[in-house]
């Protein structure tokens, strides 16, 4: 399918809606009725559309830019595996600089150029597995819910190292998921926010995090190999 007829797919099958507790975006939402597995019927490549719901980490972090936003403002944001573009749409609209938005995914680099067109803003869309490259020229990196899975967490972890070596900063937006890093975190702030698959009436804790450099085996700050 081409990326053309993805993106009048999801104009046309996934409502627009706000967001739970985040009333300054909207998004193009998956439904009952949105017609996905049509969508996997007509592309053998099509993936878990993770980029077509909410998950708790990037509510949580997108909320917490939106409620904070010196922490972007007048910086360079990188958006690590964006799916819907929402942190990279709260990064935008909290004033960031220049906003970027990676997802290995066409489908949901698709999904942010409509997400970021709905809130009009402007996001550099980069198809790319980043964790597999040099850090990028940014200030700030924004990770949402990237920790749900042991082989993932690794890499992203061995990424995050290396661009806390070059001093870019890490936000971590995350409800407790197994992988998650937490002995080098810092809680920056709390909310109840709605998880993946899971009606919007219910609610579970997550957490929004800055990521410290780990400590090598004599005890110094260092960076893990």
């Known amino acids: 399918m081409s990326l053309d007829s993805v ?9 627009v809606l706000p967001v739970p507790g985040i009333p300054e975006i909207r998004l193009h939402k998956a439904g009952p009725r949105s017609g996905l597995r049509r969508l996997a019927e007509h592309d053998p490549q099509f993936g878990s559309p993770y980029w077509a719901h909410y ?4 509510l949580v972090l997108a909320r917490h830019l939106l409620d904070r936003p010196e922490s972007v403002t007048g910086r360079r944001v990188l958006d690590l595996g964006a799916g819907s573009g929402i942190v990279g749409i709260a990064a935008a609209k909290a004033g960031a600089a220049k906003v970027y938005a990676a997802d290995v995914d066409p ?3 698709a999904a942010i150029e ?14 790319a597995d980043l ?26 972890i061995a990424f995050l190292d290396r661009c806390l070596a070059r001093e870019i900063m890490i936000l971590i937006g995350d409800p407790w ?8 975190l810092r809680l920056l702030a709390e909310y109840a926010v709605p998880d993946f698959g899971e009606v919007t009436t219910k609610t579970r804790p997550a957490g929004v995090f800055a990521l410290g450099r780990a400590r090598s085996p004599n005890g110094d700050i260092g960076t893990s190999q």
Not at 7 to 15: E, G, S, Y
Not at 55 to 58: A, D, F, L, R, T
Not at 134 to 153: M, N, R, S, T
């Open 55 to 58: 998950w708790g980490g990037g």
């Open 114 to 127: 409509l997400n970021a067109a709905l809130n009009e803003v402007m996001i550099d869309r980069l198809l």
């Open 107 to 109: 489908y949901a680099i």
């Open 177 to 184: 998921r197994t992988h998650l890093p937490t002995a080098r």
């Open 7 to 15: 993106r009048q797919f999801i104009a046309t099958n996934l409502p």
């Open 131 to 156: 964790t597999k490259s040099e850090p990028p020229e940014v200030d700030v990196i924004c990770v949402g819910d990237l920790f749900y899975d042991a082989a993932l967490a690794e890499s992203v």
